[in-house]
């Protein structure tokens, strides 16, 4: 309970915050906790996290690297952005200072492009590189049987830095290094970063695209969290939330920390709580995340949006009769909706939005 007397909000709508029950990803965390745990190399130590916009690739990816540490390894978290790779080192060097023998700095100071990407590094002792560096640093873990996890999100294809490291981890890896290497990203920035012919391995590393959770897990999850808040909710307070979150981790987030707050004050979240809170979420979630990934769309992906809104049918032959166009035509932009996290394609072939509220503001948008 909070210095005023209310009950603290157990919800975490933040970036990258691991919520108290991560609902929906206990196999793929699971599998990731079994690979860190074994004596064999597992395939899942090197994964790329896709999923779109809010589906908790930032949150399972940190609660993976909580997983290795508590199994002694050491996991560096960085993001795609220049820079990267020296604060790789940096922090690595941070973390398992206890590990490490005294060794003089290593500072990258540029990176150069051309038909294979390099690191140049200031040093005025002797030469050096970033695959350099880290094998030494592997090679002090090593002793003490520490394993390197390095998590890089928002993956950038086109940043040299981030062809840099995947290049050398697969070097790293066939060398028979204790190292893993997570990827979380869009579907097509995690695509390209695939079809680069320098780091092509990356086709062959372990997938985990985040789709929608059950509602049963929802509202396990909702329940849980408010309860070991100090709360309960009535059911059909529940249900309402439930409902709304449309088996997004996000949204489930939203909803959840909006309910709380709308009335202050320790005591069951009942039915006008729960409509209140969803009223907000809603509105929230469609400025941060509807708004924003729509309107990064092309002409061609609105089109294709609009088209699939007035089928009957909602598959991609239909959306292609609908344009007046063949139906390779359509696919190149089922492909791109579908990479960017827009839709979903059942096993039946039916095509659905992936995100809540998208097909209302896509309909709007369509007028």
Request: aromatic share 6%.
């Amino acid at each position: 309970m909070s210095e005023s007397g209310y009950l603290e909000n157990p919800f975490t709508p933040t970036f990258g915050e691991v919520p108290p029950y991560l609902a929906g990803r206990s196999l793929a965390l699971n599998e990731l906790a079994r690979a860190f745990s074994g004596t064999r190399r597992h395939p899942s130590l090197t994964t790329a996290i896709t999923g779109a916009r809010g589906s908790g690739k930032t949150a399972l990816m940190a609660a993976a690297a909580d997983e290795a540490e508590q199994r002694g390894w050491v996991a560096v978290r960085t993001a795609a952005l220049p820079g990267m790779l020296e604060d790789i080192l940096i922090s690595a060097r941070r973390k398992c200072s206890h590990l490490l023998l005294p060794e003089r700095p290593a500072r990258i100071s540029g990176i150069e492009l051309g038909q294979l990407v390099g690191v140049e590094w200031e040093n005025p002792e002797q030469f050096t590189n970033w695959r350099h560096e880290t094998t030494l640093l592997l090679d002090q873990l090593e002793q003490s049987d520490t394993g390197l996890l390095i998590t890089v999100d928002e993956v950038q294809p086109t940043l040299p830095e981030m062809i840099h490291l995947a290049a050398v981890y697969q070097l790293l890896v066939t060398e028979r290094r204790k190292i893993a290497l997570l990827l979380a990203g869009l579907p097509h920035n995690i695509l390209a970063l695939e079809k680069d012919k320098r780091v092509s391995f990356m086709r062959r590393a372990q997938k985990q695209r985040l789709g929608r959770i059950s509602d049963y897990e929802v509202r396990q999850a909702m329940i849980q969290t408010i309860e070991e808040g100090g709360r309960t909710a009535t059911p059909e307070a529940i249900d309402l939330m439930v409902a709304a979150t449309d088996g997004f981790p996000f949204m489930m987030q939203l909803v959840g920390f909006r309910t709380w707050d709308a009335q202050r004050a320790t005591g069951t979240i009942d039915l006008p709580q729960a409509q209140e809170g969803i009223e907000l979420a809603r509105a929230e979630f469609l400025d941060s995340i509807v708004k924003t990934t729509y309107h990064s769309l092309s002409n061609g992906d609105r089109a294709y949006l609009a088209a699939l809104l007035e089928t009957e049918e909602p598959t991609n032959s239909a959306v292609a009769k609908q344009l007046g166009k063949t139906n390779s035509y359509a696919l190149q932009y089922k492909n791109r909706l579908m990479s960017q996290g827009v839709l979903d394609e059942e096993s039946n072939g039916h095509l659905r939005f992936s995100l809540p509220l998208m097909r209302e503001y896509a309909e709007q948008q369509s007028r």
